[in-house]
Nanobody, 121 residues
Framework: QVQLVESGGGLVQAGDSLRLSCAFS????????MGWFRQTPGKEREFVAR????????TYADSIKGRFTISRDNAKNTVYLQMNSLKPEDTAVYYC??????????????WGQGTQVTVSS
């Protein structure tokens, strides 16, 4: 079974940067597109970014476009989220998710437990 473990969260000031990491194990990493989501208490989980199996195609939410960058290293079975120019509204638990390439639809099959990002003003 696929396991996803996020790391890299923390408490930072507005304008600072963080890089989140998500370690993938259990299956063939390149068989999965990967995504980042975030969630604030009382709100729905929000899409942040997606990257295809090879890293050649990315998609971003408008709210973070130009500030965050998703990337992956298939040799290390790891997906990253580089977050720059952080704002207090970026405060959330950030989740990594895996989408099997051959589902035929955009369904995230596996989720990590999340890592907390807190941005103070």
């Amino acid at each position: 079974q696929v396991q996803l473990v996020e790391s890299g969260g923390g408490l930072v000031q507005a304008g600072d940067s963080l890089r989140l990491s998500c370690a993938f194990s259990g299956r063939t990493f390149s068989s999965y597109a990967m995504g980042w989501f975030r969630q604030t208490p009382g709100k729905e989980r929000e899409f942040v970014a997606r990257i295809n199996w090879s890293g050649g195609s990315t998609t971003y939410a408008d709210s973070i476009k130009g500030r965050f960058t998703i990337s992956r290293d298939n040799a290390k079975n790891t997906v990253y989220l580089q977050m720059n120019s952080l704002k207090p509204e970026d405060t959330a638990v950030y989740y990594c998710a895996a989408d099997y390439r051959f589902n035929g639809r955009r369904k995230y099959d596996y989720w990590g437990q999340g890592t907390q990002v807190t941005v103070s003003s």
